[in-house]
């Protein structure tokens, strides 16, 4: 944190001497700092002068990283402040006591679920973790923890702190990433999620393009339902999702963006009674078992207003899970409702499903690419993003 903090005042007064003075410290210690970060990214962020220090290109980049860097951490610390009316001096204070043992506390603690796990991790005796995350507490005086027989875990005010710092983190991240490409090197990870249903079959095609254009980076994906892609993706355990758009969006501070059309039909397994008819009625839906997505879902709304009118048919099963749902249908006579590339997807497993011949069902829906409001990406993160326009625009054409 006192690299980075050097490093923002420097490069925002353009002189190491005027950059130390704002700081209170001395300019041996700030030209220290910076020579130490020059060494962590293997470059050189400074070009000195007599009259001062210009910001090389990879140092540019890094600025601009910091500087959004510390933008999360201050929202964070205004969040921690909500209702007190702190003060910017006193914003500012904390901020600059949030060091690095304080901040990976709390981060460990918060993705490990305990104390004694995050401690384990990071080869500490638990009370020494203990100790630190009860500074961290007087450091901003807010409780952040709750003290059960169990253990130590973050309560509600400690987990949107550590989503703040998480998001906080990814900057840094990019700038490295963003420093690497300048050489060439492109070695960064992806972090990327697919709904377990809609998404799968586009990422995959996303995925091929993608690590064939870059072999030198990598991709890591979360296959989970949307409440819980959205919760990684705000926590910044993730950076964009692929799956169906949902209307309305969830939450002000996500975007999404429509990629692809993927219309909704009626599964059925092969040599299903239903398939034998030219036209299947509403009436003749009714008379059979369904497998369906959890209430609240685009699938869901879609069924709900197909028998609007009508009382519904049995169901006995929900899931997410489109394996499950594949092998419910291939081996019943229910019906679930699928997308057109979850259709493909069981042509491409050996075919066992058919659509029956039913009429449009509404709400329509698309796949969409859904991002965090504000979010950045890399030049890594926008190639794959273009792979996956890519992928959805021979999708559309098909």
């Known amino acids: 944190m006192s690299q980075l903090r050097a490093f923002a005042s420097v490069a925002e007064m353009r002189s190491i001497s005027r950059g130390a003075a704002v700081l209170g410290r001395s300019q041996p210690a700030v030209t220290q700092a910076i020579a130490n970060l020059e060494t962590a990214f293997g470059v050189t962020l400074f070009l000195r002068h007599r009259a001062g220090v ?3 290109d990879a140092g540019l980049i890094v600025q601009n990283r910091v500087t959004r860097h510390f933008a999360e951490i201050r929202e964070a610390a205004i969040e921690c402040g909500a209702g007190r009316a702190w003060t910017r ?3 500012d204070a904390m901020v600059n006591c949030l ?9 460990m603690i918060d993705e490990l679920g305990s104390l004694p796990r995050a401690a384990h991790l990071l080869q500490q005796r638990d009370e020494t973790l203990r100790k ?3 500074s961290l507490e007087a450091v901003l005086n807010v409780k952040l923890f709750n003290r059960e027989p169990y253990g130590i875990r973050t309560n509600s005010a400690g987990k949107a702190l550590a989503a703040r710092l998480r998001l906080a983190m990814r900057e840094l991240e990019a700038a490295r990433e963003e420093v690497n490409a300048g050489f060439g090197i492109e070695n960064g990870c992806i972090l990327a999620g697919a709904m377990m249903l809609a998404g799968n079959q586009l990422m995959t095609a996303a995925l091929q393009r993608f690590t064939q254009r870059y072999p030198q980076a990598s991709v890591s994906v979360s296959n989970a339902g949307y409440d819980v892609l959205l919760d990684r993706l705000m926590r910044g355990s993730i950076d964009f999702v692929v799956g169906l758009q949902n209307r309305p969006s969830p939450a002000e501070n996500v975007v999404e963006q429509v990629i692809a059309a993927d219309p909704f039909m009626l599964a059925v397994r092969v040599g299903h009674p239903l398939t034998l008819r030219s036209v299947v009625r509403k009436a003749d839906l009714e008379q059979h078992d369904w ?3 959890a209430p609240g879902t685009v699938r869901r709304d879609a069924f709900d207003a197909l028998f609007a009118d009508v009382p519904k048919p049995i169901c006995r099963v929900e899931t997410h899970s489109i394996i499950t749902i594949l092998s419910l249908l291939a081996n019943s006579d229910a019906i679930a409702i699928l997308t057109q590339s979850e259709l493909q997807l069981d042509q491409q497993l050996g075919g066992r499903l058919e659509a ?4 449009a069902l509404l709400p329509g829906s698309s796949i969409a690419m859904i991002t965090r409001r504000g979010w950045l990406p890399t030049r ?3 190639a794959f993003a273009q792979c996956v326009a890519e992928c959805s625009a021979g999708k559309e054409a098909r």
């Open 132 to 134: 630190t995350a009860a």
């Open 99 to 107: 060091t690095r043992p304080l901040t990976t506390a709390l981060l």
């Open 54 to 56: 210009v910001l090389t």
């Open 356 to 359: 029956l011949k039913f009429g």
């Open 291 to 293: 497998v369906l997505a």
């Open 380 to 382: 890594l993160q926008t």
């Open 89 to 91: 001096p006193q914003v």
